[in-house]
C-alpha cells in the first residue's frame, strides 16, 4: 500500500488519502513479528494463545496463511451425542399423546441445540481456527436458524458450512439451497409447481448471491418456479425431490430461458460478473476492513472469476496481500460475541468453553445458530452498545476468578514488581496497541493506586490483583477490536 498520513483514533492509527490499488494484493514481504501475527490469527481464526503468536511472529506470511490453510477434513468431525437423544425417532418414544410427545422432543431439542452450541464453541478454540471461522461467515451469510424439533437438522447445516469452509462459493450455493435447515427457514419445502414460494428464490439472490438491484421481480417468480419440487423428510432429517411437485415448463431467468432447476439457477447467478463483486465485498469485509474500496472490490471479485469460485486461491491471496496488513486494516473490524468470548479464551491460554458462556454471549448480542432475521447480524459498530458493553465486562467480571488464573499458565509467571507486570500484561493481551492513559492506568492499579501501597505484587493479593489488571486490559477500546 501507498505512504499515506496516519491520524491517532483511540489510541489506533487510522489511515489519510487513498490507497494504491495497483499494489494492494501483492504479497505481504518479510516475517510477521507480533503484531502482524497476532492480526492475523484474529482475522483468520479467533486470536491466538500467547505461545500460537509468538510461533507465527516468526514466520513470513506464505507460511503461516498456508498453515492456516491446510484445513482436516470436515468428514473427520464427529458430532455431539446429545444428537442422538433428541432424534425424531428416540424422541417419539411409546406414547400416543401427540402434544406429550411434541413437548418430549422439543425439550430434547432445546437441550441438544444447547450441547451443540458449546460444541461449536470448543472447536472454535480448539479446532482449525480458519475452517471454523468460515463456517461462523457462512453461518451468517446463508442464514437460517436452529430449528429445536429437528436438532439433527441444524447440525447437518453446520457441518455442510464446514465441508465448503474453505471450497467452492458455487458448489455450497447449491448445497445449501437445497439443504433441509435452509428449505424449512425460508419455505422451500412448501414451494410446489401448484403454488409457487418465492421467499427462498428472493433472498438467495438479494441476499445470497447479488445484492438489491440486481435482479427483477420476473426473476424471483421464475427462479421459484425452478426450485419446486424440494421436500423435507422430518422423520429421517433428509431431503428428497418429488418430480411430481416440480414446474417442468420453459422458464426465462435473468435473460436466459430454458427448462431450469435449481442448479440451473445457481449457474446464471454465477454467470453474472456482479456475484463475484458480491462475494469479493462480503470477503473483504469479513477478513480486512468494512466498506473496501470498489477498485479493491473488483481485483477479488476478477481472482474469484480467475479460480472459478475456488476458495482456498482467494483467500489465500487476501489473507497475504499487502492490505491485509495495513494500517487500515489493523484493528479495525469490531469483534463479534464470539470472537471476544472466544478470543479471549484464547488470550488466557484457556482450554474449554462451558456451557456458562450461552448466556453470556446472549447477553452481548449474538445467539449462535439463532441469527435475528435473514439478514444475519448486522455487525459492526452495532456490536457496541452500553448494554452489549456492560455484558462484556460481565462476562470478563465472571471469567477472571480464581480457577481461571490457575489454569491460565502465563498469568503465573508475572513478574511481580507492577511496572515489568503492566508491560507484559499490555505487551501480551494487546500487543503493545495500548493507549499511554490506559498503560498508566494498568500501572498504577497495579501498584495499589487508591489502596494499600503496592510497590511489589505479593502473595496475599496477587490473584485479585492480576485479576483486576487483566479485566482493564481487556476492557480497553483496542481490546474489541479485530
Known sequence: MAAQTQ??????????????FSTALQPHRGMLGTRAAAHLLRRAGFGGTPDQIARYASMPAPDAVAALLDVPSADSVSPPSELDDASYTSAMGDSLDRAMMRRKRRRAGQAAIAALQVWWLNRMLTASPLQEKMTLYFHGHFTSRATPLFPTITYNQNALFRKYALGNLRDLT???????????YLNGNQNVAAHPNENYARELMELFT?????????????????????????????????????????????????????DDVVDIIFAQP???????ASLLNWFVYNDPEPQLVDSVAALLRRHDYELVPVVSAILNSGVFYSPRAYRALVKSPVEFLIGTYNTLGLKQVDDTALPALQQMGQRLLFPPNVAGWPGGQNWLTSGTMIARQN?????????????????????LQSASASRVLAQTILQGDVAPASLFE???????????????????????????AVYLAMATPAYQLN
Open 7 to 20: 491520524v491517532d483514533v483511540g489510541g489506533i492509527l487510522r489511515p489519510q488519502g487513498r490507497p494504491d
Open 174 to 184: 447449491r448445497d445449501v439451497s437445497k439443504d433441509a435447515a435452509m428449505l424449512i
Open 210 to 262: 447479488l445484492g438489491v438491484d440486481h435482479y427483477t421481480e420476473q426473476d424471483v417468480r421464475e427462479s421459484a418456479r425452478a426450485w419446486t419440487g424440494w421436500r423435507v423428510v422430518n422423520r429421517t432429517d433428509t431431503v428428497s425431490f418429488d418430480a411430481s411437485l416440480h414446474d417442468s415448463g420453459s422458464k426465462t431467468f435473468l435473460g436466459r430461458t430454458g427448462n431450469f432447476n435449481g
Open 274 to 280: 456482479q456475484c463475484a463483486r458480491f462475494f469479493a
Open 395 to 415: 462476562f470478563l467480571t465472571r471469567l477472571l476468578g480464581t480457577q481461571t488464573l490457575a489454569d491460565s499458565s502465563w498469568l503465573h509467571g508475572l513478574p
Open 442 to 468: 494498568l500501572e498504577s492499579y497495579l501498584g495499589g493506586a487508591g489502596n494499600a501501597a503496592l510497590a511489589s505484587l505479593s502473595v496475599e493479593n496477587y490473584g485479585q490483583r492480576v485479576s483486576g
